[in-house]
């Protein structure tokens, strides 16, 4: 059984907004940093988002840094990506994971700081 399960990817046209939730199924993500990365095709997987467990900076690649907000409610077991004036470059299959501590670092973008992995949700930005 998948730990992670991404959800609310789909078609947009540029410009346009998506919410992106991340859920687990079996882990407590509370003590969990966690981290959105997305593959487009073609290319490899990249970082693009931290946000930590509690306290701690949470950082954004600087190709979203404006446009995308993470966000988590523990209560609710969940993290958030909200995307905002998506552009055609965003276009790739987002996932989400559970850093290996509860903070997040300047290496958030390396996918092998992560363990636990949803099978991720397709956003295709397209006019």
């Known amino acids: 059984q998948a730990q992670l399960v991404e959800s609310g990817g789909g078609f947009v046209q540029p410009g346009g907004s998506l919410r992106l939730s991340c859920t687990a199924s079996?882990?407590?993500?509370?003590?969990?940093?966690i981290g959105w990365f997305r593959q487009a095709p073609g290319k490899e997987r990249e970082g693009i988002v931290c946000?930590?467990?509690?306290?701690?900076?949470?950082y954004y690649r600087s190709t979203v840094q404006g446009r995308f907000t993470i966000s988590r409610d523990n209560s609710k077991n969940a993290a958030y990506l909200d995307m905002n004036d998506l552009k055609p470059d965003d276009t790739g299959v987002y996932y989400c994971?559970?850093?290996?501590?509860?903070?997040?670092?300047?290496?958030?973008?390396?996918?092998?700081?992560?363990?636990?992995w949803g099978q991720g949700t397709q956003v295709t930005v397209s006019s």
């Open positions: 994971a559970t850093a290996k501590s509860a903070w997040c670092s300047s290496s958030y973008y390396y996918a092998p700081g992560y363990d636990y």
């Open positions: 079996i882990i407590s993500l509370e003590n969990y940093a």
């Open positions: 946000i930590p467990a509690k306290d701690g900076r949470t």
